[in-house]
């Protein structure tokens, strides 16, 4: 019984940890992607980068608030 919820609390943390990974690679992604947008002068793309970079931001410190 205790393996088993050993394993299963490890395979979570597994998967929390990849999922951390994605958005941090995706925070990256949004972060050039409004260095582009504002080397165009594009309002609209900022706005949408960083209304993304605020949700990335929020789910990261959901994640770190179970840490």
């Known amino acids: ?23 941090r690679l995706e925070l990256d992604y949004e972060l050039a992607s409004l260095y582009s947008a504002m080397q165009e002068n594009d309002t609209k793309e900022m706005e949408r980068c960083k209304k993304r970079l605020k949700e990335i931001q929020d789910e990261l410190n959901g994640l770190h608030a179970y840490a």
């Open 1 to 23: 019984m205790f393996m088993k919820q050993m394993v299963k609390i490890i395979r979570k943390v597994d998967i929390e940890k990849q999922y951390e990974h994605v958005l």
